[in-house]
């Protein structure tokens, strides 16, 4: 078969869709990845055909008006944001992406290419298959990954309403720019004004990428959705770490991880002052990763050490605890090494996510970036290292992840239904 992965956002939204083309591509089908321009190194080295569409996701998160607002966390703000910019941007994602996808068998897309895939699959006339990591079909028994996880306390009405809020809001801010694409690329007519959800396309078979060990499958989802198991990417097995950071690990005791990832901070130094006086308060040594955000400071001491990169699966199984910003990504990685991960949310799914490691019981309650200090950091660095009954969990559950093979299950299904 010949499918079209439309897999949109930042390199962490990417990857799992790289796992899945990997996948299909080792069951002998033809396999076209839709991302950004900026990916292209990193599609074309996991032997994926690399189709790009405009746009550039980390200069947009690296913006100052980002940064500034991913540091006041507040989610409707932030899609505000991203709604004035949507219109371009979309359009040029359609434009783009219409050649890639004709002459497809079918279309897998994620959330970040959702209303796209879904129009281009109408205007094709072919299947779409939508491939999710993080739960986005409406249930009883957890809120929407996008609202508070406070809601979840109000109950199973409550709970459902939330997935259909999720929905609307991510519709909501993208309809004009969707209808625009739709009618001046596409030549289709505007998806219903409370979106396309009722759509034959949104009722068909669903993948979800996480496990069951940590999403079991709600009662309430019928049998076109599936839990596969992690879409994990691994990394290649030559990988070599840098010197200094092999010896780093080598000096001492297992150190911890500290890293947000893709999220910006307008104030880097204060926050890595934040992270040392925390390391100092406990005596723990750390691996600090930089990210996007520049995280450095100078003169760092003996117990800490920065890197700009490294392949979480190498790094996660040489440490002690994990800590980071709770994307999906770097939460399946955590607690694949099964190692306790401390959360700490900016916006989006991370709350969600956060509040999950710490019902599992394998991480203490996640503390968002606003409320982040000194003495609230220490406090969750003492209970990853020192509560055995956490650090078991995570050993369980982590041996559990490692079991499932997600990619495969996923590829069985997609070769069922396309």
Known sequence: MRIALIALGSRGDIQPYIALGKGLLAADHSVRLVTHENYECLVNSHGLEFWPV????????????????????????????????????????????????????GIVAGLGG??????????????????????????????GALVSPAVSRLGGTANRLSHHLTRQMMWQQGRRADTAARQQILRLPAAPFFGPFNAAAMKDTILYGFSPAVIAKPADWNGNQHVTGYWFLNDDTDWQPPRGLEEFLQSGTPPIYIGFGSMSSRKPAETAHLILAALAETGQRAVLLSG???????????????????????LFARVQAVVHHGGAGTTAAGLRAGVPSIIIPFFGDQPFWGQRVADLGVGPQPIPRKQLTVERLAQALQTAIHDSAMRQRARVLGEQIQSENGVQRAVEIIQTQL
Not at 292 to 314: A, C, I, K
């Open 54 to 105: 405009r746009g550039n996701v980390q200069e947009f998160a690296e913006s100052p008006e980002m940064r500034a607002l991913l540091e006041k966390g507040n989610f409707i703000t932030i899609m505000n944001y991203a709604a004035k910019t949507a219109r371009e941007i979309i359009i040029n994602w359609a434009k783009d992406a219409l050649p890639a996808c004709q002459g497809m068998d």
């Open 114 to 143: 959702l209303f796209t895939g879904l129009a281009l699959a109408e205007k094709l006339d072919i299947p779409l298959l939508q491939a999710y990591y993080v739960p986005f079909t409406p249930t009883r028994e957890f809120a």
């Open 292 to 314: 996007w955000n520049g995280l450095q400071v100078e003169n760092l001491p003996d117990n800490v050490f920065v890197v700009e990169s490294v392949p979480h699966e190498w």
